[in-house]
């Protein structure tokens, strides 16, 4: 019995390879709830609902390649579907060309009375990148989308890597949309501001590697935004100003902007739990102006000239996680880091030989990675002495 259910699994695999690009997915967490991915290839006409726990044990055995999903999908699982009282969205990945639009369209439609059926679910996201969409088309799709009665359901949309260098002016017909992501397709200030203006129930809103020197000043208009990612552009400090007047914002990521300094302004952004600024030129100073916002929990400054940790650190006083690779530490300004709610701590590369005795006092850290350092072994043995027994120290 055992090897025919062994060749069953295999046979199923195989034919699921087709369907999906899931190239990583995370083990579930333990949960009594029991709920399920709904995923479809248009191309095939196929729908599958599958469990979670299953979903992710077959993530261990392939390499997904086809339709694109990954890591989206991902966000959605953890996000969604351990909170039962939120809406879980289906999650829907096309790819099109001029001949196929039509299949599209009418996979769309077999999905949503699918889904309606078996879950009485009426949110969608819809991934459309890499399809080298313009304007044009968008529009020509959003268009179809309403004349379908889909427009009104698209809580996510994913148009990312395509020509979209403008926007259409029908964007106010997705109404129920949340969430968009713009990132690589050189979309300029004008279009950010149309977005602005026609969809103002956004809650995030991406718009890495576009080439963009400025924020559009119509951007807070906003005002429900909480997430929001410029990483990969290239700003001054002044241009930043702006973001300061989205009060509800509560994570940025400016990762590879060529930032020199943060605005003074930030200190405004009082809702903020999650900042990454990795992978620019800040200093200790900008580390200061990001000590006041007091609920951060997630600080990423890693690969960037901080030689200190300040003493206004210790302001924060919900953080959990930062992250501070490649720059070059004070050992002795840890100290002021000690006594913080931290679990996950990274100071890689930053030629440290020696660290503040103050350690001790991080009761709660899960995981202290020290590699590509220059600890002495005998340094190595009191860092793992002074810590819990629990904590995951690396070197």
């Excluded at 890499?130 to 268009?143: A, D, F, K, P, T």
């Excluded at 000590?291 to 210790?314: D, G, H, W």
Aim: hydrophobic content about 40%; aromatic content about 8%.
């Amino acid at each position: 019995m055992r090897p025919l259910k062994t060749f069953l699994f295999v046979i199923f695999i195989i034919n699921f390879y087709s369907y999906c690009d899931w190239r990583h997915i995370p083990a579930p967490q333990k949960t009594n709830e029991k709920h399920s991915v709904i995923i479809g290839n248009y191309r095939s006409g196929k729908i599958f609902e599958l469990p979670v726990e299953v979903l992710a044990r077959i993530a261990h055995f392939c390499d997904w390649r086809s339709v694109s999903a990954m890591q989206k999908t991902c966000t959605l699982m953890h996000k969604y579907f351990y909170s039962p009282k939120k809406v879980i969205p289906a999650y829907f990945c096309f790819k099109l060309c001029p001949e196929q639009s039509k299949a599209l369209f009418n996979f769309l439609q077999k999905a949503v009375t699918y889904i309606q059926q078996r879950n009485g679910r009426n949110a969608f996201a819809v991934d459309l990148r890499r399809n080298m969409l313009c304007s044009g088309q968008l529009r020509e799709i959003i268009e179809e989308l309403e004349e379908r009665e889909f427009a009104d359901k698209i809580v996510e949309l994913n148009v990312a890597s395509n020509r979209l260098h403008k926007m259409p002016s029908n964007l106010s017909c997705l109404s129920a949309l949340r969430r968009i992501s713009l990132w690589e397709n050189g979309t300029s200030p004008g279009a950010l501001a149309l977005i602005a203006q026609r969809l103002p129930q956004l809650t995030s809103l991406r718009i890495g590697c576009n080439n963009l020197l400025s924020i559009p000043p119509q951007l807070p208009m906003l005002t429900k935004l909480r997430e929001l990612s410029i990483s990969g552009n290239t700003f001054e400090s002044e241009a930043l100003k702006v973001i300061a007047q989205f009060s509800t914002l509560q994570k940025l990521c400016c990762t590879r902007c060529y930032l020199w300094e943060l605005p003074k302004e930030f200190v405004k952004l009082k809702e903020l739990r999650t900042i990454e600024v990795s992978i620019n030129h800040l200093d200790t100073n900008a580390l200061r102006i990001l000590c006041s916002l007091t609920k951060l929990q997630y600080l990423n400054i890693a690969i960037n000239n901080v030689r200190a940790f300040p003493e206004q650190m210790r302001n924060l006083v919900n953080l959990q996680t930062l992250r501070a690779d490649e720059n070059e530490i004070d050992p002795l300004s840890v100290e002021y880091i000690s006594r913080l709610p931290l679990q996950v701590v990274t100071l890689d590369s930053n030629e440290l030989n020696r660290i503040s005795h103050t350690i001790m006092h991080m009761r709660g850290l899960q995981r202290l990675s020290l590699q590509k350092n220059q600890f002495s072994e005998s340094v190595q043995k009191a860092i793992r002495y002074l810590l819990p027994k629990s904590t995951e120290v690396k070197f």
